[in-house]
Nanobody, 125 residues
Framework: QVQLVESGGGSVQAGGSLRLSCAASGYTDSNYCMGWFRQAPGKEREGVAGIDSDGITRYADAVKGRFTISKDNAKNTLYLQMNSLKSEDTAMYYC???????????????????WGQGTQVTVSS
């Protein structure tokens, strides 16, 4: 059973930075895609960034140029570096893992099979 545990959330002022981590366990096959999603109060969950097993990435337009997704296969850990944070980035952030996928699926929620419990990010203006 795949388990995903997020960490690194917190409160920060607008313009600040945070780095989220997602520790994955329960599988040895690195042929997975992984992604970050977020859900703000009263809004639907949305894709933020995804990375496939070859390292190809995809970002939501709202975070391009500010967020960077990366992974350390040796540590089975996914990261999301978030810079120039805005109040509209406030949300619960979720890590997800799914089968190998083309880049066009990296932000598609229904593609992902495993989800973490989430970590809260709050950005104050």
């Amino acid at each position: 059973q795949v388990q995903l545990v997020e960490s690194g959330g917190g409160s920060v002022q607008a313009g600040g930075s945070l780095r989220l981590s997602c520790a994955a366990s329960g599988y040895t096959d690195s042929n997975y895609c992984m992604g970050w999603f977020r859900q703000a109060p009263g809004k639907e969950r949305e894709g933020v960034a995804g990375i496939d097993s070859d390292g190809i990435t995809r970002y939501a337009d709202a975070v391009k140029g500010r967020f960077t997704i990366s992974k350390d296969n040796a540590k089975n850990t996914l990261y999301l570096q978030m810079n120039s944070l805005k109040s509209e980035d406030t949300a619960m952030y979720y890590c997800a893992a799914g089968p190998r996928a083309g880049w066009w699926l990296l932000l598609t929620q229904r593609w992902y099979k495993y989800w973490g419990q989430g970590t809260q990010v709050t950005v104050s203006s």
